[in-house]
């Protein structure tokens, strides 16, 4: 069982360019996550989406956009990535978006926009 | 606004006892939880506390004080391998969670 797989591992990008981050999940959770991790701030929540078909903006979601077509999959797309988009980028999931529900981690993407 | 605050780094020998303090303002509580992250790795679940005291997991354990806003990670005979940083995160009234900075903690032999 993989758990949460995130592609690519990492990524130099043009600022213009539009990039799709990829994120699967092999636990059947219905709660997926966005997170992007910049040094010196915590966590900050991107968007997130409670189950399959449903979305909803979190802290900082501007410049960015998801969907949840399925249980499964979560992207995260940049239309026109800016320098101020360079983080390190984590998909979480959790069996539901319940109070007490554990997030598991995927092992990130970092990108870097020039 | 909603705030963690955590202390940026702490230094521990190897086989002594460390506190890690967290201190919150968010809008409501529905739980605190404490992750681990080693440097460029994903977190991991540690602890979630939701009521107040202490709750013993193996050499780590969280304590919780809501009236306080304050939770602290007790690390027991540190070991190399804790050499990380620490989140505290605070699932508030729309059950988002709220993530302090975390911090650095470095094991010294």
């Known amino acids: 069982i993989a758990g949460i797989t995130q592609a690519p591992t990492s990524q130099i990008l043009a600022a213009g360019r539009r990039m799709t981050l990829r994120c699967t999940q092999d636990m059947r959770h219905n709660a997926m996550y966005w997170y992007r991790q910049d040094l010196g701030l915590g966590l900050r929540l991107i968007h997130y989406?409670?189950?399959?078909?449903?979305?909803g903006k979190g802290e900082v979601p501007d410049g960015y956009s998801v969907s949840r077509a399925n249980t499964d999959d979560f992207p995260l797309t940049l239309a026109s990535a800016v320098p101020s988009q360079t983080s390190v980028y984590f998909c979480a999931s959790s069996e539901s978006p319940g109070a007490q529900e554990t997030q598991y981690f995927g092992p990130g993407t970092r990108l870097l926009v020039l | 606004g909603q705030n963690i605050d955590q202390p940026t780094e702490m230094t521990a020998t190897e086989g002594a006892i460390v506190q890690i303090n967290c201190t919150y303002q968010t809008s409501g509580f529905n739980g605190l939880f404490w992750y681990q992250q080693h440097a460029g790795e994903a977190p991991t679940f540690l602890s979630y506390?939701?009521l107040d005291g202490l709750e013993e997991k193996g050499r780590f354990s969280s304590f919780l004080s809501r009236s306080k806003g304050y939770s602290y990670l007790l690390l027991k005979e540190l070991q190399m391998k804790d050499s990380a940083s620490y989140l505290c995160a605070v699932r508030d009234s729309n059950y988002q969670l709220i993530w302090g900075a975390g911090t650095k903690l470095i094991i010294k032999p």
């Open positions: 506390n939701v």
């Open positions: 989406s409670n189950t399959a078909g449903t979305t």
